[in-house]
């Protein structure tokens, strides 16, 4: 079974301050993981995925997650907040049968100026 | 080029009436997703076609709901007899092929019961 668990439903930075978003998952099946940003009246979009290949992946607007294995997460970080990032985020894990997504809670992400 | 696209994007439907909800995906997606997002929470499956075969089902609520693809692009999702519980946005997603890639999301139905 898959399943995601997001650690923090909100999140609150300063601008130009790091940004740490968690995500624990789990599966039966070597996992492909993403995570979407959903600005509010806006649908889901891609800001990442990994899919067995590199570990580090980079992603839109300086984005990137690392995939461990051994701890089943796959965090999302970015070096410096802007505040057009304030948003919705979703990690998200598919496998099994058709590729069917399984979304975390969803952290939202708050920038302060 | 064009994304996903879905219509109507809100929706106000009294309790006990029948509700349509139409997503048009991107040419030449083979697969297709609907998704129900609760107000506070992620989205949950619902129900997945790859062109026009209906292959999973097992999000479905009840028996109210019903999806179909007839001519594997265009899908509508109908809900009978609409409950509050209804109430949600409604996603639609597609991708190119039932492997391990992205899905492309529309920007969702949102239902509200009154």
Redesign the interface.
Known sequence: AQS?TQLDSHVSVSEGTPVLLRCNYSSSYSP?L?W?VQHP??????LL?Y??AATLVKGINGFEAEFKKSETSFHLTKPSAHMSDAAEY?CVV?GG??????????TKLNVKP | GAGVSQSPRYKVAKRGQDVALRCDPISGHVSLFWYQQALGQGPEFLTYFQNEAQLDKSGLPSDRFFAERPEGSVSTLKIQRTQQEDSAVYLCASSFASGRGEQYFGPGTRLTVT
């Open positions: 995601v492909s993403f979407y009246n806006k649908g889901l979009q891609l995925k899919t067995s979703f598919s049968n058709f590729n069917k997504f399984y979304f975390g809670s969803g």
